[in-house]
Nanobody, 116 residues
Framework: QGQLVESGGNLVQPGGSLRLSCAGS????????MMWYRQAPGKERELVAG????????NYADSVKGRFTISRDNAKTTVYLQMNSLKPEDTAIYYC?????????WGQGTQVTVSS
């Protein structure tokens, strides 16, 4: 059974940076499209960024374009989210998601809080 484990969440001041990691196991990581979602209190979960299987194609929510970068290392079965110029509205639980056809895995989430 596949598993995803996120890490790297923390409390950071506005304008700061964080790098989230998501390690996959129990499935063929390189064959899965990887995505980062986030869910703020009282709001629906939203897609933040996605990356293709080989890492050649990425996409971002308008709210994070130019500030966040998604990347992956298939040899390490890990996907990353580099977050720069963080804003209070980026505060949320961040989840990674692996998708291949009908196969779908979610991590448990990592908390990111942006506050002074």
């Amino acid at each position: 059974q596949g598993q995803l484990v996120e890490s790297g969440g923390n409390l950071v001041q506005p304008g700061g940076s964080l790098r989230l990691s998501c390690a996959g196991s129990g499935f063929t990581f390189s064959r899965y499209v990887m995505m980062w979602y986030r869910q703020a209190p009282g709001k629906e979960r939203e897609l933040v960024a996605g990356i293709s299987t080989a890492g050649l194609s990425t996409n971002y929510a308008d709210s994070v374009k130019g500030r966040f970068t998604i990347s992956r290392d298939n040899a390490k079965t890990t996907v990353y989210l580099q977050m720069n110029s963080l804003k209070p509205e980026d505060t949320a639980i961040y989840y990674c998601n692996a998708v291949r056809g009908a196969s779908n895995y979610w991590g448990q989430g990592t908390q990111v809080t942006v506050s002074s």
